[in-house]
């Protein structure tokens, strides 16, 4: 049984760095993909970034690129999310997500929460101004 475990939520001010970290435990070999996706109350989970096993394929929504970053250890099992300059919109809960198997090169769809078989049970990222 594959389970993901997001750690690193908190409470900060705008303008503030923060990084997540999702822990994996269960599989037998690296998850082809991971990614980060978010949930403010009252609207639907927004895909941040996913990246493969071997680094060589990351995509991030284009209006969070440079704000935030992915990072993946394949040695440690993890899947970390850097944010900078936060503000209150990143307001959210933080979820991580992970396929065991290719998406071709339909890579449009690493955005995409049906894409992904496995999901952490979220951590609070809150941001006042």
């Known amino acids: 049984q594959v389970t993901l475990v997001e750690s690193g939520g908190d409470s900060v001010q705008a303008g503030a760095t923060l990084s997540l970290l999702c822990r994996v435990s269960g599989n037998t070999e690296p998850l082809k993909y991971m990614a980060w996706f978010r949930q403010a109350t009252g609207k639907e989970r927004e895909g941040i970034g996913a990246m493969d096993d071997a680094d060589s394929v990351k995509h991030y929504l284009n209006s969070l690129k440079g704000r935030f970053t992915l990072s993946r250890d394949i040695d440690k099992n993890t899947l970390s999310l850097q944010m900078t300059d936060l503000t209150p919109e990143d307001t959210a809960v933080y979820y991580c997500?992970?396929?065991?198997?290719?998406?071709?090169?339909?890579?449009?769809?690493?955005?995409?929460?049906?894409?992904?078989?496995?999901w952490g049970q979220g951590t609070q990222v809150t941001v006042s101004s």
């Open positions: 997500a992970a396929r065991p198997g290719s998406v071709g090169s339909s890579y449009w769809r690493l955005l995409q929460p049906d894409t992904y078989n496995y």
